[in-house]
């Protein structure tokens, strides 16, 4: 059976072009996928995850069991985790947070969380990828890496493709800005070499001389700032080099306010490279149901957000929740390690497709269908437009809408 | 040897991420360092070496891969040893330091630790 | 399940009942005749007054722009929370509530329907699946179509019959309603940083302008006969002087039905800031003196407001006029949006003159079943202060006392000291409901005759504070259920989405555009049934 128009659930870009081919209940082959995609699909029943309590294998059902009685009893339970789910399962988590009076985070706050933090402050000038591909002449990476992390960026969305008033890459200018020359840096036109940690003064910098100001900027950077204002229709994306840097929220605000400035001379957009396929609709479906899209707490009864507060990494590193519940992420690889420790100490619920280092400390485990490939959902690509996941496995496993629904209904009980 | 770390994705750390990340595939494309080829030379070593990466937060061994990042620099894919040299102070944004943390680099003798070491190591009293 | 709804003072001016005192009996979801409604419960109203479901007609609720505005402001968030319930789920409100406040506001201040203003249709599945968190209220979107590319191409090849289709494949496709256009060719242009300022201006790269835009979409919704005309922007919203193009934009689409949204945006007099006054007079005039033309109002409310439309080039200007963040959301193909936090300040000369212009629109339109009260929630101002409004239109001393805060000027710039007008509440009904479900084409909502929905709100109503009488509904009927007692949420209750009956394919040729110039497959635009959990389609007779 072949499937077509698939849309993969690894990255922001969210394609929606992928074949997949399924043989005697495997996946056998897969058509426009990048290489993470591919792997993702071909070896997503490798590994996989069994339903435990104590490292010990029981039936699911005694698991979610478990894990309800194990949320029941907790007193400051945190749930995190969500970008790599679909959304309904993401809204299931939202309630179920509301009914335990639990803090709820997602991967974003360790992501682009600095994003939504400029964001609150200036605003955001942005357009769907389409936009780019159809009008950008100028197209700035800025602190992202596309060729290894959103890997088909350039052919879908940006370099490459023949849009409405751009033909192909010729018809473009690429501009990469990095402390390093990554593989993404070799198709741009030009490199622009910035030092760790210089993000924040130097976009400052080209401010203030937009404005006319005399600052210090080196004429590599005011020759930047001269193609920026004299391009037709500008982009920049930026990723990790700006959010996880030092001054992290204060680089983006630099950022989206420099863009907010060009648009004086002429027509420019920036839009964050949203790394798991689903973080932005962990983002939107906790805006929609809380108000905000991240660090939210609820032991009030209403929504309360502060990151630093109810933001995971800083929960656990300072021991304050007695119960969590890691949906589809892997904080004991992905978060600081002294905060490993409590995930061990404290009861750990792990909902996953796959085993995990999380699923390794964990108190109960248990195993989902893999959203995009086992399960149906909506998804939003990083540019904020929903596509629904296709299911093309069947499983006996429960998706992780379905497990969420359970312990709502037995944590309620 | 003194350098800024920096840590991001990669093709093989995602793809060997999706195969399972208790996988040796995972541990040979993650449990990596890039550094400055002259900086290898100045240390002895050569390419697939182990080095301990040392910041004030914890330490990791890892290979060195030969690169053209700056001399300045290292870098090491998103992962679990990446994240021994991290500290969770996030100055109240929710985001740790994940890139640009003073790091000393050096050669050792000991064994690049797989997920299980680190985990034992990390998370006391665990079996 | 029966209902009977005993002694009320009923108003149901479209079946001209005007405060009589009679039973309502319903049954199955809907109202009744005495026989059909067997054991029924009873709700003594001998106190109360009685009058269908609030219909409103232009909101922004639910979709791509509403939760950029919910992420961007937490501020708006922190001071307005609502503790979860037995009944309700928590959240927060203010300008950009979430999903469930919004739904179990509406329904506490007696509203029982609620139409998403402007969906952008790329984001079509975003306005419906937050619909789906929106509960109580029956429900749908309007699809923003007036810079659409094969709008524009088909305007511009004057080929009629295939922008027809194309619209009817577009409401289709993204389960919408009407068809909503915001400043017509002026969202394109600003893809380059531009606007189009006239009727007659030629939109950035396309030979078209917004006149030929609106004919075509108005002759289109017309012959395809649907519910509601075509839900119109107009261009230049915001502009001193902008009274003159609403007025030409209402003249020159006659004969086809047309309706003008939050039109007190659009009815300004004078040149530039320093001579702005109010255009309501006329635009009052001109809605007297066109047939087939309805209108809202967006009546100011001082205080906070959040602005978003799909008016990219406007936004960005009130960006440069306030200060205040900006969001800018381009759509590919199809549309935009932008977003700017804003605050109406009563000794602002031109806020003050504003608020003079929605009142003055709705006492001087002589029929009210052409003009509507809306505040463009939350451009304007917040939803839940229609009671406010209510009580300005019913009492002539509130608006003169209110003139009396708000800056000077506000008297001599505007007509509205001298209109003694006072609405009557079976005024007020057809400007709340009778006359926006009629507008809609929802023969069964905004009326109390037999066979209509049972959606009923009930108020304690006091002259001496109108305003109070009309914030909480002592109960709220929604198909016959008691959903709101008391002003509180006592059912969890899930609403319907209405969607239309076309059914239209595009091309080969279409397809082929849509694959080159999008960057989603053709065959994952539509929205599917899954988010649809509540479907009723109405047809287009």
């Known amino acids: ?413 | 040897m003194k350098i800024v770390l920096l840590s991001g994705r990669t093709t093989k750390q995602g793809v060997t991420a999706e195969i399972g990340k208790t996988s040796d595939d995972y541990l040979q494309n993650v449990a990596v360092i890039q550094l400055n080829q002259k900086v290898m030379e100045k240390l002895g070593l050569t390419d697939g070496d182990a080095v301990e990466v040392k910041t004030k937060y914890g330490s990791a061994v890892v290979k060195c891969r030969k690169s053209d990042i700056g001399e300045n620099m290292g870098f090491m894919p998103y992962g679990p040893w990446a994240n021994l040299l991290i500290g969770s102070d996030t100055q109240s944004t929710g985001m740790p330091d994940s890139k640009g943390v003073e790091a000393e680099v050096v050669k050792t003798d000991k064994d690049v630790e797989s997920v299980d070491d680190i985990l034992n190591r990390i998370v006391e009293g665990r079996k | 399940m029966s209902l009977v709804i005993k002694n009320g003072t009923v108003y149901d001016p479209q079946n001209n009942v005007n405060g009589e005192k009679m039973d309502i009996f319903i049954a199955n979801g809907k109202i009744v005749e005495e026989s059909a409604a067997k054991n029924a419960k009873e709700i003594d109203a001998s106190k109360l007054i009685v009058m269908p479901g609030g219909v409103e007609i232009h909101t922004h609720i639910a979709g791509s722009k509403v939760n950029i505005a919910r992420i961007m402001r937490p501020e708006d968030h922190r001071k307005d929370v609502v503790k979860k319930t037995q009944f309700k789920r928590s959240g927060t409100g203010y300008t950009v509530p979430t999903t469930f406040t919004i739904g179990y506001r509406y329904a506490e201040m007696g509203y029982t329907t609620v139409w998403e203003a402007a969906a952008p249709p790329l984001g079509a599945r975003h306005s419906h699946e937050e619909l789906i968190d929106i509960p109580v209220v029956d429900k749908g979107i309007f699809t923003l179509m007036g810079s659409n590319y094969f709008i524009l191409k088909y305007t511009e090849e004057g080929d009629f019959e295939k922008l027809k289709n194309f619209v009817a494949w577009l409401l289709d496709a993204t389960k919408g309603y009407a068809v909503k256009i915001v400043n017509p060719g002026g969202v394109e242009s600003w893809k380059w940083g531009k606007n189009v300022n006239s009727l007659d201006d030629a939109v950035q790269n396309f030979n078209v302008t917004p006149r030929e835009i609106l004919k075509n979409l108005a002759k289109a919704a017309d012959e395809l006969k649907l519910p509601h005309s075509i839900h119109i922007h107009c261009n230049n919203l915001g502009s001193p002087g902008n009274y003159e193009i609403t007025k030409e934009t209402i003249e020159m689409l006659n004969p086809y039905r047309r309706h003008i949204t939050h039109i007190q945006f659009n009815s300004y007099g004078g040149e530039d800031w320093t001579n702005f006054s109010s255009g309501g007079a006329e635009i009052a005039k001109t809605l007297n003196n066109n047939e087939k033309v309805t209108c809202d109002v967006g009546q100011v409310i001082f205080g906070d407001a959040t602005t978003m439309t799909a008016d990219g080039p406007w936004q960005h200007t009130l960006f440069k006029l306030s200060g205040n963040k900006w969001a800018n959301s381009d759509v590919e193909m199809e549309t935009g949006a932008g977003i700017v936090p804003y605050k109406f300040k009563k000794k602002n000369v031109v806020n003050a003159i504003q608020w003079t212009i929605g009142l003055e629109v709705l006492l001087l339109t002589k029929d009210p079943y052409k003009v509507f009260l809306t505040t463009d929630h939350p451009n304007a101002g917040p939803f839940y202060f229609y009671p406010q409004v209510i009580e300005l239109l019913m009492s002539k001393k509130k608006r003169d006392e209110m003139l009396e805060k708000v800056h000077a000027l506000a008297k001599e710039r505007s007509a509205l000291e001298s209109v003694d007008r006072e609405y009557t509440l079976s005024d007020i009904v057809v400007v709340t409901r009778a006359g926006t479900a009629k507008a809609l084409g929802q023969t069964d909502k905004g009326h109390l005759g037999v066979g209509a929905d049972a959606d009923v709100s009930i108020y304690e109503f006091d002259e001496e504070t109108i305003e109070k009488s009309f914030k909480k509904a002592k109960y709220t009927i929604k198909d016959g259920n008691i959903v709101v007692k008391d002003g509180e949420i006592v059912m969890d209750y899930m609403g319907r989405t209405y969607v239309l009956d076309l059914k239209a394919d595009l091309s080969e040729e279409e397809k082929e555009i849509f694959s080159k110039y999008y960057t989603v497959q053709f065959s994952n635009y539509a929205v599917e049934d899954a988010y649809l959990p509540k479907k009723e389609v109405v047809p287009c007779t």
């Open chain 1, 1 to 413: 059976m072949i499937y077509e128009n698939v849309v993969c659930p690894f990255c922001g870009c969210l394609c929606d072009d992928l074949i997949i081919t399924v043989e005697d209940g495997q996946i056998t082959n897969t058509k426009n996928t990048c290489a993470i995609s591919k792997s993702k699909f071909v070896n997503h029943h490798q590994y996989m995850l069994k339903p435990s309590i104590n490292k010990k294998e029981v039936p699911v059902e005694k698991a979610i069991e478990k894990a309800a009685e194990i949320l029941k009893n907790a007193d400051a339970p945190l749930i995190y985790g969500l970008s790599s789910t679909e959304c309904e399962a993401q809204r299931y988590a939202i309630h179920l947070a509301e009914i335990l009076g639990a803090t709820i985070d997602q991967t974003a706050s360790v992501c682009h969380g600095p994003t939504i933090l400029g964001t609150q402050d200036a605003g955001c000038v942005k357009c769907t990828l389409g936009e780019v591909k159809n009008r950008a002449d100028l197209i700035v990476y800025w602190g992202c890496n596309p060729a290894e992390a959103h890997m088909r960026h350039f052919r879908r969305y940006s370099v490459y493709p023949e849009g409405l008033f751009r033909k192909d890459k010729k018809e473009r200018t690429i501009v990469v800005v990095d402390v390093r020359k990554t593989a993404s840096a070799r198709i741009a036109n030009t490199f622009v070499k910035i030092e760790p940690g210089a993000d924040f003064e130097i976009i400052s910098l080209m401010r203030a001389y937009l404005k006319g100001r005399d600052v210090p900027l080196t004429d590599e950077f005011k020759t930047l700032l001269e193609t920026m204002k004299t391009c037709e229709f500008g982009i920049i994306f930026f990723g990790l080099g700006l959010t996880m840097s030092k001054g992290k929220h204060l680089n983006v605000d630099a950022a989206l306010r420099l863009v907010r400035d060009l648009n004086d001379y002429t027509k420019f957009s920036i839009t964050p490279m949203r790394g798991h396929y689903n973080v932005t609709g962990a983002g939107s479906t906790m805006a929609w149901v809380t108000g905000y899209p991240f660090a939210v707490n609820f032991s009030q009864g209403y929504p309360v957000s502060n990151p630093g507060e109810f933001s995971a990494v800083d929960v656990l590193a300072r021991k304050e929740c007695d119960a969590a519940l890691i949906i589809a992420s892997d904080p004991v690889s992905n978060f600081p390690a002294d905060s490993w420790k409590h995930l061990a100490d404290i009861p750990t619920i792990v909902m996953d497709p796959k085993v995990s280092l999380t699923s390794k400390v964990a108190k109960v485990c248990i195993p989902v269908a893999t959203a995009g490939i086992e399960a149906e959902g909506t998804a939003y690509r990083m540019d904020g437009i929903p596509l629904r996941l296709k299911k093309v496995l069947d499983t006996p496993r429960l998706s992780d809408a379905e497990v969420l629904s359970q312990l709502i209904e037995k944590v309620m009980a």
